[in-house]
């Protein structure tokens, strides 16, 4: 009966650590996911860089405000010509709003002037539930170490209204700002918006 017992413990831990959230300050978790073009993209290969995870579907009113003002892209282009890697994940399931196949994903983004590294296409949703990811947008920033430096929304502006943009504080690009200036985060973690993610 120990011996049961023992097992079901070790069973239960291994089921917490494998489905563990991600915490700032601690190591990002790992994942692979394939871009538009059938590349595989993992996580960990660009260790010893930022990078900045952002949840994104493209039919969501609250990206919308961002894509279509050009704040993300602006955002995007900033820090990827500083180095920074920026991956935006769609975990949108067939058939629901965002999804879309590889091509059309690509022409979308293309359409849009996407300044990100990569689109990544997570649409059984393995991906957005290991990072607890509920709203798009939903943005996490990883430093060199691989450690989640900050998690949340992109900026303390909770609507889809344009006008919004307008004196907001950009929570994402203040947290890489301050990390590789070598400085703590002042705020890395804050409650995200947007619309729920459509697994």
């Known amino acids: 009966m120990k011996a049961i017992a023992l ?7 291994s089921f917490t650590a494998a489905f563990a959230a991600p915490e700032a300050g601690k190591p990002a978790l790992d994942f692979t996911l394939k871009d538009t073009a059938g ?10 860089k930022f990078v900045v995870l952002e949840w994104v579907n493209f039919g969501c009113p609250f990206v919308k405000k961002h894509y279509d003002s050009h704040n ?11 180095g920074v890697v920026w991956l935006s994940i769609c975990s949108s399931a067939p058939g629901k709003q965002g999804n879309m196949c590889p091509a059309d994903a690509a022409a979308a ?6 300044s990100a590294t990569e689109y990544l296409i997570d649409e059984d949703g393995k991906v957005g539930n290991l990072y607890g990811a509920r709203t798009t947008p939903e943005m996490f920033v990883v430093d ?10 992109i900026d303390d502006r ?23 200036a070598g400085k703590p ?4 973690v804050t409650k995200s918006y947007g619309c729920s993610v459509k697994y």
């Open 39 to 48: 590349k595989e993209v993992k996580l960990s290969d660009y260790k010893g």
């Open 7 to 13: 097992c079901l413990l070790m069973i239960a831990g």
């Open 72 to 82: 993300m892209q602006k955002l995007q282009k900033e820090f990827t010509d500083k």
């Open 185 to 188: 985060v002042t705020t890395p």
């Open 144 to 153: 060199p170490k691989g450690d989640v430096v900050y998690m949340g929304a």
């Open 109 to 114: 983004a293309k359409a849009l002037g996407f």
């Open 158 to 180: 909770p609507s889809p209204d344009p006008a919004s943009l307008e004196g907001a504080t950009n929570y994402v690009k203040t947290a890489l700002t301050e990390a590789m």
